[in-house]
């Protein structure tokens, strides 16, 4: 049996002026020789949290400042076994949080290296469920629009009311 290696990463987002939310994609060469979009991830290094381990890959692979960050909800874990790549065989998990970018959109800076070729994109989710490869990562970024849409929703009733009593 091989280790598997334990990474996280983001499903980082934030609301466009049309309401919806926006997610970003960075475009990488896969370990399988394939260019890929995916969410920034990374390996969890010893003495780090899940938590404190994708909101520094998010720095690391997008320069978004952890204070930027707004750690909302843990959407789950990707598990990809038996898996033959150029570099061996590979068993990683990834577990991944939803976090809202409290930034600019376009102060997200990318450089070349790990795989990553510098290219990113703030994606509608009809895009990211068209982008992404992997359908158990989709699902989590589905399941983080929902609950995005709830929580607007909420927001919104909240407001609302506010405004009634005000």
């Known amino acids: 049996m091989w280790e598997i290696v334990q990474s996280a990463g983001g499903i ?5 002026p049309d309401g919806e939310p926006r997610y970003l994609l960075i475009k990488r060469h896969a370990l399988s020789g394939k260019i890929e979009w995916v969410a920034p991830k990374g390996k969890i290094q010893r003495g780090e949290t899940d938590k404190e381990a994708a909101v520094r ?5 997008a320069w978004i400042p952890k204070e930027k960050l707004l750690v909302k909800h843990l959407l789950g874990t990707t598990s990809l076994r038996s898996s033959e790549t150029k570099k ?20 997200v800076s990318l450089i070349e290296g790990e795989g990553y070729i510098g290219i990113y994109k703030w994606a509608t989710i009809t895009e990211v469920l068209s982008l992404m490869y992997y359908q158990d990562i989709r699902e ?18 909240k407001e609302d009311f506010l405004k009634k009593l005000g």
């Open 12 to 16: 980082i987002y934030y609301i466009h």
């Open 57 to 61: 890959e998010a720095w690391e692979e």
């Open 88 to 107: 061996g065989h590979l068993d990683k998990d990834v577990t991944y949080f939803l976090m809202k970018y409290t930034g600019a959109p376009d102060s």
């Open 140 to 157: 989590l970024v589905r399941k983080g629009h929902f609950l995005i849409k709830e929580w607007e929703k909420n927001q919104n009733v």
